[in-house]
């Protein structure tokens, strides 16, 4: 067992009585709220005292007492993680220097702090005209110079960074709509399928699969999916070429949040997934079947 990261006290108990009832010892890290501005999307900022995660830094001395005075614990390090799609390191810096001071007071107070577990939340470029977020490289020295002397193991959860640019989402064009002072591209994709658009406003570059000539013109779209709700949209006078039902169009940076946020709303089968590696591809998950749906559902006895 590597080690429980805590949310609470309430949690920090709990685990405490499995632990005993196990006759085991659990090693724990407390999550540590810095109050620190990610500089993020709301949705995904977790660092400030307002946000649900992590107990108070200004209660983590008080917390790590009690954790270390339960039976079935073992207090083994720090967690913090201050939101996702950081596209500057000052506010990591800013959460990792309070997680040095604390370290510093909890090995005062008598905790073997060897471990320190500092989250994810490194950006990824996903408009191809933005300033690129802070390397890997950088990110790695910064926290070197700032927790490098403390001789604590460093744990980092990068997985947008790695995941985020290795997907795409593959979508057809339906239809294509004149409206009242602007022209819709309806696509098979929905808000199901890529939900960051809706939830977040999320910018995702949309591409044609099929290149189109240099200099073909183009016009501004919005780009929806054809579930009833305004929220299904992908994309507000987006620049596109003048695309014809049946062209295939690829979001790209879909990686991250995409399928495994997707769900079957509307009754609508999830996409399938595809592996592609080189020239070879292969179906790594199927498209369901209606039948596969609803078979899921059970009528009670008493209908």
């Given at each position: 067992?590597?080690?429980?990261?805590?949310?609470?006290?309430?949690?920090?108990?709990?685990?405490?009585?499995?632990?005993?009832?196990?006759?085991?010892?659990?090693?724990?890290?407390?999550?540590?709220?810095?109050?620190?501005?990610?500089?993020?999307?709301?949705?995904i900022a977790?660092?400030?005292?307002?946000?649900?995660?992590?107990?108070?830094?200004?209660?983590?001395?008080?917390?790590?007492?009690?954790?270390?005075?339960?039976?079935?614990?073992?207090?083994?390090?720090?967690?913090?993680?201050?939101?996702?799609?950081?596209?500057?390191?000052?506010?990591?810096?800013?959460?990792?220097?309070?997680?040095?001071?604390?370290?510093?007071?909890?090995?005062?107070?008598?905790?073997?702090?060897?471990?320190?577990?500092?989250?994810?939340?490194?950006?990824?470029?996903?408009?191809?005209?933005?300033?690129?977020?802070?390397?890997?490289?950088?990110?790695?020295?910064?926290?070197?110079?700032?927790?490098?002397?403390?001789?604590?193991?460093?744990?980092?959860?990068?997985?947008?960074?790695?995941?985020?640019?290795?997907?795409?989402?593959?979508?057809?064009?339906?239809?294509?709509?004149n409206g009242?002072?602007?022209?819709?591209?309806?696509?098979?994709?929905?808000?199901?399928?890529?939900?960051?658009?809706?939830?977040?406003?999320?910018?995702?570059?949309?591409?044609?699969?099929?290149?189109?000539?240099?200099?073909?013109?183009?016009?501004?779209?919005?780009?929806?999916?054809?579930?009833?709700?305004?929220?299904?949209?992908?994309?507000?006078?987006?620049?596109?070429?003048?695309?014809?039902?049946?062209?295939?169009?690829?979001?790209?940076?879909?990686?991250?949040?995409?399928?495994?946020?997707?769900?079957?709303?509307?009754?609508?089968?999830?996409?399938?997934?595809v592996l592609?590696?080189?020239?070879?591809?292969?179906?790594?998950?199927?498209?369901?079947?209606?039948?596969?749906?609803?078979?899921?559902?059970?009528?009670?006895?008493?209908?």
């Amino acid at each position: 067992m590597r080690q429980f990261n805590v949310e609470s006290e309430p949690e920090m108990r709990a685990i405490s009585d499995f632990a005993v009832s196990m006759g085991v010892t659990a090693p724990v890290a407390i999550r540590v709220n810095p109050d620190v501005d990610a500089k993020t999307h709301e949705k995904i900022a977790t660092g400030k005292s307002e946000n649900k995660f992590g107990i108070p830094i200004a209660r983590a001395r008080a917390v790590y007492a009690e954790a270390a005075a339960l039976p079935g614990l073992r207090v083994v390090g720090v967690d913090v993680h201050i939101g996702s799609q950081l596209t500057e390191l000052a506010p990591f810096e800013a959460a990792f220097r309070k997680v040095r001071d604390l370290t510093l007071q909890l090995r005062e107070d008598g905790h073997q702090i060897r471990r320190l577990d500092l989250g994810g939340g490194l950006g990824i470029p996903y408009m191809r005209s933005n300033d690129q977020p802070p390397l890997p490289t950088d990110y790695g020295a910064m926290i070197q110079r700032v927790l490098g002397d403390l001789g604590c193991e460093i744990e980092i959860e990068p997985g947008r960074l790695i995941s985020g640019n290795a997907g795409m989402l593959v979508a057809g064009v339906v239809w294509v709509k004149n409206g009242e002072g602007r022209d819709f591209l309806i696509l098979d994709a929905a808000m199901n399928d890529l939900v960051r658009p809706s939830m977040y406003g999320a910018h995702h570059d949309i591409i044609p699969v099929i290149e189109g000539a240099p200099g073909a013109p183009t016009q501004p779209f919005d780009i929806v999916g054809p579930v009833c709700e305004t929220g299904d949209t992908f994309a507000k006078a987006r620049e596109m070429p003048l695309l014809a039902e049946g062209d295939l169009v690829a979001f790209r940076s879909a990686g991250a949040y995409g399928a495994v946020m997707a769900s079957e709303y509307n009754s609508r089968p999830l996409v399938p997934e595809v592996l592609v590696m080189g020239d070879h591809y292969a179906v790594i998950r199927e498209r369901p079947t209606f039948d596969e749906m609803l078979s899921r559902d059970r009528l009670p006895p008493w209908l």
